[in-house]
């Protein structure tokens, strides 16, 4: 279980992928996509009655917590391709998810098109595990 960001760490070290989820029930997330380890994309997700997301919105600039959160994740893990999903809970954002799955039907919804970035990376040679 874990309990804290050091928790998530100490995890990290040993393991080079992850998936967990925060036991927060009925919150609107804010989801921030990381690729290449640069800070890409923010949208707010809404949940309608039947419990399935119905409304996503882009949000402007992305709450500093959650920056540096995101920050921490990447000097500390391997990670640098993810979807990070945030709740508030109080005055506080907690990180909930951590997902390496791009969630690509969402993103092209929103005009999005991660694979399309990834692949003009690549050819452009600016990715960042190109070898020069």
Known sequence: MLRNMDDLIDYLRGNKLCLFREAIEDQNPV??????????????????????????????????????????????????????????????????????VLPKKELLSLGFDPFRLLCEKICSGTFSYMIS
């Open 31 to 100: 989801k921030v996509v990381v690729i290449d380890s640069e800070i890409l994309f923010s949208y707010k997700v809404s949940r309608g009655n039947n419990g399935k997301f119905d409304d996503l919105r882009t949000i402007g600039e992305i709450p500093k917590r959650i920056r540096e959160i995101i920050f921490v994740i990447l000097e500390r893990s391997k990670l640098n391709h993810f979807v990070g999903e945030f709740v508030i809970k109080g005055d506080e954002y907690l990180l909930a998810r951590i997902n390496y």
